[in-house]
């Protein structure tokens, strides 16, 4: 698939594949689904950014970089309510308390959003789950201080070496959680002394009381 041209026609995509299963999508795009049980998770999301055309395919580049769009799927309720938190990316860890909000990665991958809600209950299998309307979203004024206020919350408290305090209970929308595939991963970070420590990678996500409210206003602004 060729990539889009414009939002217009990114967007005409996404609503073309609106009330489809997955399972269709990927079997229209003449692939089979992996059996590798790993490689599930994110097997819905690589569907859906072969079927729009997504050309990004690495951490440090947007999926629509020629649109400067990012493209997240969020597994739903058919009420419409997340299964899970939305990966964002990655937290370096070890420079942390110089990162700034205006330039930081994640601000970058938050600032146009198309996000793709994919339907179905908790067990489903994801080539069962349906794609649903798409919302394509860029924060507003209040989100975007909101979302600083969180970030600053987690660089500061990293860089005084309090990493080990840092868990997925703090920020209003954008929280921390470990990122790796399994538990023996490490990376570099300081502790409070200003010591080398290793500790489990993380990663920045969007709480799904935010994607949640998103998806019905994209202005929203939930407790």
């Known amino acids: 698939?060729?990539?889009?041209?414009?939002?217009?026609?990114?967007?005409?995509?996404?609503?073309?594949?609106?009330?489809?299963?997955?399972?269709?999508?990927?079997?229209?795009?003449?692939?089979?689904?992996?059996?590798?049980p790993v490689r599930t998770k994110g097997s819905a999301g690589e569907t859906l950014e072969r079927a729009l055309g997504a050309t990004g395919g690495s951490s440090q580049v947007l999926d629509f970089p020629d649109l400067g769009v990012e493209l997240k799927t969020i597994p739903v309720t058919a009420e419409g309510t997340p299964l899970e938190s939305t990966y964002v990316c990655t937290l370096s860890l070890a420079d942390a308390e110089l990162q700034e909000w205006e330039t930081s990665w994640v601000r970058a991958k938050l600032a146009r959003v198309l996000f793709v809600p994919l339907v179905g209950a908790h067990k489903i299998a994801w080539q069962e789950r349906v794609v649903g309307a798409p919302v394509l979203w860029s924060p507003t004024s209040e989100q975007?201080?909101?979302?600083?206020?969180?970030?600053?919350?987690?660089?500061?408290?990293?860089?005084?070496?309090?990493?080990?305090?840092l868990t997925a209970?703090?920020?209003?929308?954008?929280q921390v959680r470990p990122k790796a595939r399994d538990g023996s991963v490490r990376t570099l970070a300081w502790?409070?002394?200003?010591?080398?420590?290793?500790?489990?990678?993380?990663?920045?996500?969007?709480?799904?009381?935010?994607t949640g409210a998103l998806l019905a206003d994209p202005a929203a602004l939930p407790d």
Request: hydrophobic share 45%; proline share 4%; aromatic share 6%.
């Open 191 to 210: 502790g409070s002394e200003g010591e080398a420590i290793a500790t489990v990678p993380r990663g920045f996500y969007l709480r799904t009381r935010f």
């Open 169 to 174: 209970h703090r920020g209003r929308w954008l």
């Open 1 to 36: 698939m060729m990539p889009p041209a414009s939002i217009d026609e990114l967007l005409e995509r996404a609503r073309a594949l609106t009330g489809s299963a997955v399972g269709a999508v990927l079997r229209d795009l003449g692939l089979a689904a992996s059996a590798d």
């Open 144 to 165: 975007d201080d909101i979302l600083r206020a969180d970030f600053d919350d987690v660089v500061g408290l990293i860089g005084v070496g309090r990493i080990e305090e």
